[in-house]
């Protein structure tokens, strides 16, 4: 069985499609005229099937709602998701022989925002019984803003996935690495275009209200990090580094000190609790603040996450004795 030619959408507000967002959709039928197009609207898709749909659709929070119509519509009829703001700039036919395929975007995290399968592939199945019995919206009215690509890189982790940007394959997917669907990094916007890529996502970001706060700071890191470099030249003893974080700011510290020609100074990367059972990256271990030995106590911290989570994580290392601390952006 193959991955059928048919292309699956959602656009829920119901809203005309902006000049950028119909640009994209429009490249899908010009480069695979053969290829259907089925969008997902309120007409023919039940925004009550579950308890987190209902409660993000009545909070308008669309791109949540679309979480659970690409698994659906992959699930029951087969084919490819594509989120609104992906330009398609190759054919996908050499792909259509995996059982499901997905992507890397940056920061080693899977990208659903571009996820293909066969009808009734039980990974599928998988994900989206994830989000039967959650609910969006808490007793205190407290929204779960998680995006997908966290339960998402979790679930096939434990399938297998490794933290490392290259071709997976894994029991019913196959995961490509960033070249194919996610050449454009949305923090620095550095565009590569390979001989491989089929796809480019424009990180529209409407899922997330932060977004472009977030895509500020993170275009900061390389400055940042030459700005932690000379701190440490000046205050440190020459303490190895331990790195505090590994979502995309963390990962993006290390790319720096790497870029920097100091990378070797990384001993570890620090997590309060870990999402998943990565172990390392890149060779580096993935330590939890608990697990701290009072050797790592002697060494320099260096919070790699966005400013708003700084106080809580600071918190964190002093009750655990860390008093090394350098917050990145500060």
Request: hydrophobic share 35%; glycine share 8%.
């Given at each position: 069985?193959?991955?059928?030619?048919i292309?699956h959408y959602?656009w829920?507000?119901g809203?005309?499609f902006?000049q950028d967002i119909?640009?994209?959709?429009?490249?899908?039928?010009?480069i695979m005229?053969?290829?259907?197009?089925r969008?997902?609207n309120t007409?023919?898709?039940?925004?009550?099937?579950?308890p987190?749909v209902?409660?993000?659709?009545?909070r308008?929070?669309?791109a949540?709602v679309s979480d659970i119509v690409?698994?659906?519509?992959?699930?029951?009829?087969?084919?490819?998701y594509l989120d609104?703001?992906?330009?398609?700039?190759?054919?996908?036919?050499d792909l259509?022989d995996?059982p499901?395929?997905?992507g890397?975007?940056?920061?080693n995290?899977?990208?659903?925002?571009?996820?293909?399968?066969?009808k009734?592939?039980p990974?599928?199945?998988k994900?989206?019984?994830y989000?039967?019995g959650r609910?969006?919206?808490?007793?205190?009215?407290n929204?779960?803003?998680?995006?997908?690509?966290?339960?998402?890189t979790?679930?096939?982790?434990?399938y297998?996935?490794?933290p490392?940007?290259?071709?997976?394959?894994?029991?019913?997917?196959t995961?490509?690495?960033?070249?194919?669907f996610?050449?454009?990094n949305?923090?620095?916007?550095e565009i590569?275009?390979?001989?491989?890529?089929h796809?480019?996502?424009?990180f529209a970001?409407?899922w997330?209200d932060k977004?472009?706060e977030e895509?500020?700071f993170?275009?900061d890191?390389?400055?940042?990090?030459?700005?932690?470099?000379?701190w440490?030249?000046?205050n440190s003893?020459g303490?190895e580094?331990?790195?505090?974080?590994t979502?995309?700011?963390g990962?993006?510290?290390?790319?720096?000190?790497?870029?920097?020609?100091v990378?070797d100074l990384v001993?570890?990367?620090?997590?309060t609790k870990?999402?998943?059972?990565?172990l390392?990256?890149?060779g580096?271990?993935?330590?939890?603040v608990?697990e701290?030995?009072?050797n790592?106590n002697l060494?320099?911290?260096l919070?790699g996450t966005n400013?708003?989570?700084?106080?809580?994580?600071?918190?964190?290392?002093r009750?655990?004795g860390?008093?090394?601390v350098?917050y990145l952006g500060?």
């Amino acid at each position: 069985m193959a991955i059928p030619k048919i292309i699956h959408y959602c656009w829920m507000s119901g809203d005309p499609f902006p000049q950028d967002i119909q640009k994209c959709v429009d490249s899908w039928s010009e480069i695979m005229p053969d290829y259907e197009l089925r969008l997902w609207n309120t007409e023919n898709f039940d925004c009550n099937m579950l308890p987190y749909v209902a409660e993000a659709w009545d909070r308008r929070k669309y791109a949540f709602v679309s979480d659970i119509v690409r698994l659906h519509a992959l699930y029951t009829e087969g084919g490819i998701y594509l989120d609104s703001d992906i330009e398609v700039l190759k054919r996908f036919d050499d792909l259509l022989d995996n059982p499901a395929f997905t992507g890397f975007e940056s920061g080693n995290r899977i990208g659903p925002w571009l996820i293909a399968s066969e009808k009734g592939n039980p990974l599928i199945k998988k994900l989206l019984d994830y989000y039967r019995g959650r609910h969006f919206c808490d007793e205190k009215g407290n929204l779960d803003m998680t995006p997908n690509t966290v339960p998402v890189t979790r679930i096939l982790t434990g399938y297998g996935l490794q933290p490392v940007n290259e071709v997976q394959h894994l029991p019913n997917i196959t995961v490509y690495s960033e070249e194919y669907f996610c050449p454009k990094n949305p923090w620095t916007n550095e565009i590569k275009i390979t001989d491989n890529t089929h796809a480019m996502h424009y990180f529209a970001g409407a899922w997330n209200d932060k977004a472009s706060e977030e895509m500020g700071f993170i275009g900061d890191i390389d400055k940042n990090i030459r700005r932690f470099l000379g701190w440490r030249r000046e205050n440190s003893d020459g303490s190895e580094i331990i790195i505090y974080g590994t979502g995309v700011v963390g990962l993006r510290c290390y790319e720096c000190l790497c870029q920097e020609g100091v990378g070797d100074l990384v001993d570890s990367f620090m997590v309060t609790k870990r999402d998943n059972s990565w172990l390392e990256i890149d060779g580096v271990p993935i330590i939890e603040v608990r697990e701290a030995s009072s050797n790592d106590n002697l060494k320099l911290v260096l919070v790699g996450t966005n400013p708003r989570s700084h106080e809580t994580i600071g918190n964190t290392l002093r009750e655990f004795g860390f008093g090394n601390v350098y917050y990145l952006g500060s």
